[in-house]
């Protein structure tokens, strides 16, 4: 969470002068996201949030980000719409970076969902999924199964730091899951990325969607499977199974889960713990001696691909078979 | 520039409904202020900066800077007003730390301040001045001269490492400024971290100033000499003759400045420049190796310093005498 560059005052005023939004009033760097800099902005039109796309998102990425977001606000799903400049586009370009300006969204992120909250972030995930079926352009989920197998060996040789024989657990269950991988499920516009910080709510209703930066084309139970994840299970690492039924059955009344996407439950969250187990390793190993940002810890993860490893069917989720 | 504690919705929800700001929309971790945590906070009301203040501010000086804001706002000084809650206090406590809630202010900081920007600072200064000569409070300045001899012990063993000779270079400056300091110049509430960061402006227009966490009652012309070293050197520490005769003429337009004044300007600017050079050395100390911020380089206030000992006389700053 931080600013990476530095946006002068006189810069920033000339690059909105190329957008209807007025005279800028105010700017103020944002502690929001981890990849990006980010700026809330106030001109004379209102507030917005300006988004420098730093290195670690492709370039070549951004439009489908951003087309996205317009098709999905287009559709009725609360999320930023990017604003076009006068020349109709939505990419632009500041201090030597590529830049968007998005409206600026309401609501604040849960620390704590409450089953409440997981139903409503399940029945926003399955209108997200329904709203992305007719988007036209696709990306490749360079984090699902293919992926994690160079995650693999980029950390694989230091996991037993964090954790006795953890390098033998990650090899057998790569391998496991690159063997089981199920390919025929129903696929879509997936977020990839839905945690708690990412889902604004307003009280107990869900006020908007944020940062689709790792949005991608894959299997849609996956992106279920993420957010089973990142939403039901306690800081104890124990998994609520009242939460878990609460967004299951709340995704089902909009999208329901074929029997196929339902028995493939279990698999697709092991899956999607062991790709934010990698990504954390990597991150965890990354980090300069001495640096005031602490990555995320990956044992939570280690945790949780236990729990999805002892599970029996779907059913133990809080599914209805 | 950075958030210090995070803040969670309910906590922040609970706190706000002390104040009569209506319903909590949004809040987003800004990166401004080196010393606390600063948030824009939207509400049904408009839009709010909660500052939460981190140890390295003194918990028995927060009345102080408050009142003083409230002070001068109602003199009809641009500046953030606190804002009282429901039981007239303008000093609360969130996340286990003091805080107070202040008015949004539109305008943005000027990088590289031009001459018309120096002349409108230094009227905004003789005006703060004027409006503080009535508050009833007061408070020290443990940063001025009385303060230097303890800053300068805990850096001096080191300082040889920035610029060879540089600990004898501040021990006999340090001792020169403690015997000729003036003692019966003009007091009164100062700002004395007039930076060009605490200045919002809107065009060429001053719109506010911000940060009152230095102030103290002082000598009103060493804030003068504050704001000397602040604006009107170039980035190849060369002094802006044209910016300091704006700064300073447009100062005397409002308040003059008696002869005794003027004639102690070298002696101030050079005290104003050791107090920076001396903080920013303890600061350059202090910094645990492989940290990501980086402090203030020293070494643009020891040639500031080194600039006004080759001083003539006040005249030389573009002063009239």
Redesign the interface.
């Known amino acids: ?3 990476y560059t530095d946006v ?3 810069e ?1 005023g000339a690059f909105l002068a190329g957008y209807d939004l007025g005279e ?9 996201g981890v990849e990006n800099s980010n700026f ?1 902005v ?1 001109t004379s039109r209102g ?1 917005f949030i300006l988004t420098l796309y730093e290195r670690r998102v492709a370039a070549e990425d951004l439009p489908f980000f951003l087309a996205l977001m317009e098709h999905l606000h287009g559709r009725g799903i609360s999320c930023p719409q990017p604003v076009k400049n006068k020349r109709g586009e939505v990419l632009g370009r500041i201090a030597s970076r590529p830049a968007a300006v998005v409206t ?8 704590r969902p409450s089953p409440a909250h997981c139903g409503a972030l399940g029945e926003a995930l399955a209108r997200l999924h329904l709203a992305g079926l007719d988007f036209k352009h696709s990306r490749a989920n360079a984090l699902s199964v293919d992926g994690w197998r160079s995650l693999y060996e980029s950390c694989s040789e230091r996991a037993d730091e964090v954790q006795p024989d953890l390098k033998r657990f990650l090899a057998a269950e790569l391998a496991y899951l690159e063997s089981a991988w199920p390919s025929k499920l129903p696929q879509g516009v997936i977020h990839a990325d839905l945690f708690p910080d990412n889902v ?3 009280g107990n209703k869900l006020s908007g969607l944020i940062d689709f930066y790792f949005a991608c084309t894959d299997t849609l139970a996956y992106d279920v499977a993420i957010c089973l994840n990142a939403w039901c299970f306690e800081s104890d690492h124990s998994y609520n199974v009242t939460k878990g039924r609460g967004l299951l059955q709340a995704y089902a009344q909009v999208r329901k889960l074929s029997h196929e996407e339902r028995d493939a439950l279990p698999l697709l969250a092991r899956g999607a713990a062991l790709r934010f187990l990698l990504t954390r390793l990597v991150d965890w190993f990354d980090v ?6 602490r990555p995320k810890d990956p044992f939570e993860y280690y945790r949780k691909l236990r729990f999805h490893q002892a599970i029996g069917s779907a059913r133990d989720y809080g599914i209805e078979q």
């Open positions: 969470m931080a600013v002068v005052a006189e920033l800028l009033l105010a700017y103020k760097g944002i502690a929001e809330l106030h507030y600026f969204l309401d609501g604040m992120w849960i620390r604004f709510f307003l300069p001696p001495g640096a005031l940002v």
